[in-house]
């Protein structure tokens, strides 16, 4: 069974930056697909970044530029680093991975691993 944790999450000023981490504990294979998912209130959910290694990954089109994530494949860990936050960007973000080889660009599922969210608040 996979457990993922996440941490990070906080109230920032607009411009500002926040680093997220999720933990995962568990079996988790290297070439498994991890990431983050947000939704706000009264939203979908939505893709924020997914990644397998530094040179495949994949992101929602308003974060492009501003969010970049990373995994520690020894630490079984991975990082979003969110800059020039903005207040739409206000959401609860879960940590996300994949159950199964579906490919970096597949939708997520309900039966996929996910962590319970932090809390992300930008401040206008």
């Known amino acids: 069974q996979v457990q993922l944790v996440e941490s990070g999450g906080g109230l920032v000023q607009a411009g500002g930056s926040l680093r997220l981490s999720c933990e995962a504990s568990g079996t988790i294979n290297n070439d498994t697909v991890m990431g983050w998912y947000r939704q706000a209130p009264g939203k979908q959910r939505e893709l924020v970044a997914t990644?397998?290694?530094?040179?495949?990954?994949n992101s929602g089109d308003s974060m492009r530029g501003r969010f970049t994530i990373s995994r520690d494949i020894a630490k079984n860990t991975i990082y979003l680093q969110m800059d020039t936050l903005k207040p739409e960007d206000t959401a609860v973000y879960y940590c996300?991975?994949?159950?199964?080889?579906?490919?970096?660009?597949?939708?997520?599922?309900?039966?996929?691993?996910w962590g319970k969210g932090t809390q992300v608040t930008v401040s206008s």
């Open positions: 996300h991975a994949q159950r199964g080889s579906r490919g970096l660009f597949a939708p997520p599922s309900e039966h996929d691993y």
């Open positions: 990644i397998v290694s530094s040179d495949r990954t």
